[in-house]
């Protein structure tokens, strides 16, 4: 997630994602607490990896789950620093300073 302005709303790419993400666990949400004989939980947990550290969205991010019915204790991990960001989806940690090879 990217900082930046998205239209005319003045929405950050940042929040943008953030609701989108929002919608997403709305729909997942709404299928798993479903009434009737296909509702087989009565609560959601939901489980979010930040890959892009943007801890300063939380506060906002958590003020739209918990407006929503069912989901309880969401939990947000970010990357730690030090973990690069693979383009396969995974990280691997960075080497350590004392680990790398001196270019004297």
């Given at each position: 997630m990217?900082?930046?302005?998205v ?26 607490l ?22 300063e ?48």
């Amino acid at each position: 997630m990217e900082s930046g302005e998205v239209g005319d709303g003045g929405v950050s790419e940042a929040m943008g994602a953030a609701y989108c993400l929002i919608g997403e666990l709305a729909q997942d949400a709404s299928l798993y607490l479903a009434r009737g004989g296909s509702g087989r939980y009565h609560h959601v947990l939901p489980f979010v990896w930040d890959d892009s550290r943007r801890t300063e969205e939380y506060a906002k991010f958590l003020q739209g789950l918990e407006q929503m019915e069912g989901i309880v204790h969401p939990v947000i991990i970010a990357r730690p620093g030090q973990m690069i960001a693979s383009s396969r989806g995974r990280g691997r940690a960075a080497p350590e300073a004392g680990d790398q090879a001196s270019s004297n």
